[in-house]
Nanobody, 121 residues
Framework: VQLQASGGGLVQAGGSLRLSCVVS????????IGWFRQTPEKEHEFVAT????????IYADSVKGRFTISRDDAKNTVYLEMNSLKPEDTALYYC???????????????WGLGTLVTVSS
């Protein structure tokens, strides 16, 4: 299973970005997909996850109400819509795939290279 994240960039505080994660090489509808982010201070910070049924997405408290995760099984893609961005959201964002939607990075089986999000103040 391969995952490719895209959509990062430079945005001002208060702005929005939409990240995409395209999954290939497996049965996409069987996997929960998680988003994590990495900074020099935090290696694998949980952001959001969505189960293979797309029911009850889970969000980190720091992004709840600002970020929305969704999936399009027809396109093998999961999206992370990020609104009201803050400088502290600056990080390398990457997606993961596994059997369970969990906050724990070590439960996921696959992950890809990330996409950099930079939020300027």
């Amino acid at each position: 299973v391969q995952l490719q994240a895209s959509g990062g960039g430079l945005v001002q505080a208060g702005g929005s970005l939409r990240l995409s994660c395209v999954v290939s090489g497996g049965t996409f509808s069987n996997y929960a997909i998680g988003w994590f982010r990495q900074t020099p201070e935090k290696e694998h910070e949980f952001v959001a996850t969505i189960s293979w049924t797309a029911s009850a997405p889970i969000y980190a408290d720091s992004v709840k109400g600002r970020f929305t995760i969704s999936r399009d099984d027809a396109k093998n893609t999961v999206y992370l819509e990020m609104n009201s961005l803050k400088p502290e959201d600056t990080a390398l964002y990457y997606c993961t795939a596994g059997r369970a939607a969990t906050r724990r990075f070590d439960i996921y089986n696959f992950w890809g290279l990330g996409t950099l999000v930079t939020v300027s103040s």
